[in-house]
């Protein structure tokens, strides 16, 4: 576990320097400066997590150059744990925003709001997250970038500039950001809206802003092999031998068919890396992995999908779903009383 430093420590300017092709295991030879100490603000490391190396290259790009990176993908494919899990090698404060529909310009710069003060009340200003991390060392994420309200997105746009300076209207003060501050978004779509009909919700995003965006990566499904490998590290301190690893990867495979599925609109759901992971933790929970199957990812499909399911299923474990798991609606069969 990282060893934490006083949180009313300074953090300025990063005090070492490590190599990215050790610590990334990627084929770039590039020196990337970082902190020798984490403090309460940098994520936890998870040992057993895999990089995508071109993922990995725009992030650091990000972080050594000040770029701005905007990573997009589908969903479960693991894009904000990336940031946040180069941050923690780094020693890099990383902190996350969702910009749901509640997110008001007000969260991200601040209100004015009433205290007491030697008994009186008085007014001050109370700064929201953007003005706190734009003035440190932090790297800011802004989660579902693409559904963020359009008020919102205008604050974030002049920020987005590598020398971009906030101003603070109600205050008369315009803040001037930290020579390491990093700024970091993900998202479902590029900017031109749901055209799969997975992600209510999201916006279309102003081209002006787009184009502030320096590194723009795509993020999506890896390969059988690599996903099995993360499946396997990931339930490896649930595992009681119940799943092997034929299991697991029959498991990846089924989840390669409902991507398949979809491409070809057979299937109007996908199932993601984190599905799969959950599918397998929940066959060690309930040692039955046909069942485990249904709770983690059937009972979200349409029905009229699901005795494509079915076969998907019998293809990789060599048995049909039972028939009454294909339809909420269960028709039985009513007896007549025998009147004689």
């Given at each position: ?33 970082c902190y020798s100490q984490p403090d309460q603000y940098v994520p936890e490391i998870d040992p057993n997590y895999h990089f995508d190396e071109e993922t990995t290259l725009a992030i650091l790009a990000g972080f050594k150059f000040n770029r701005r990176v905007l990573i997009q ?268």
């Amino acid at each position: 576990m990282n060893k934490i430093i006083d949180k009313n420590s300074i953090r300025d300017e990063p005090d070492t320097i490590i190599n990215a092709k050790k610590i990334f295991n990627i084929s770039k030879d590039i020196d990337v400066p970082c902190y020798s100490q984490p403090d309460q603000y940098v994520p936890e490391i998870d040992p057993n997590y895999h990089f995508d190396e071109e993922t990995t290259l725009a992030i650091l790009a990000g972080f050594k150059f000040n770029r701005r990176v905007l990573i997009q993908g589908l969903h479960g494919t693991g894009k904000s744990t990336h940031i946040e899990q180069i941050a923690a090698r780094l020693n890099w404060r990383c902190v996350r925003i969702n910009l749901d529909s509640h997110i008001s310009r007000i969260d991200l710069i601040g209100k004015d709001a009433i205290i007491l003060k030697d008994g009186k009340q008085i007014t001050t200003f109370n700064e929201g997250i953007l003005p706190w991390a734009i003035q440190s060392s932090t790297a800011l994420v802004f989660d579902e970038y693409d559904a963020g309200r359009p008020d919102v997105m205008f604050v974030i746009q002049r920020i987005l500039e590598a020398d971009g300076k906030l101003t603070l209207l109600d205050q008369s003060k315009v803040i001037s950001p930290h020579k390491y501050f990093r700024l970091f978004g993900t998202a479902n779509t590029v900017g031109l809206g749901d055209t799969t009909g997975l992600y209510h919700g999201t916006q279309q995003i102003n081209q002006g802003q787009m184009d502030r965006w320096n590194v723009v990566t795509a993020l999506n499904y890896l390969s059988e092999e690599t996903e099995s490998e993360i499946v396997n590290s990931k339930i490896s301190n649930l595992n009681e031998s119940f799943l092997n690893k034929e299991n697991i990867y029959n498991m990846v495979k089924l989840a390669n068919l409902t991507r398949s599925g979809f491409k070809n609109g057979d299937l109007s759901t996908v199932m993601s890396p984190r599905t799969v992971i959950s599918w397998a933790e929940n066959s060690i929970i309930f040692k039955d992995i046909p069942y485990a199957f249904k709770v983690s990812f059937l009972n979200k499909c349409d029905e009229t999908e699901r005795a494509t399911l079915s076969e998907y299923f019998q293809r990789c474990f060599g048995e049909l779903l039972p028939e009454d798991w294909l339809s909420a609606i269960i028709e039985k069969q009513i007896i007549e009383p025998n009147n004689d």
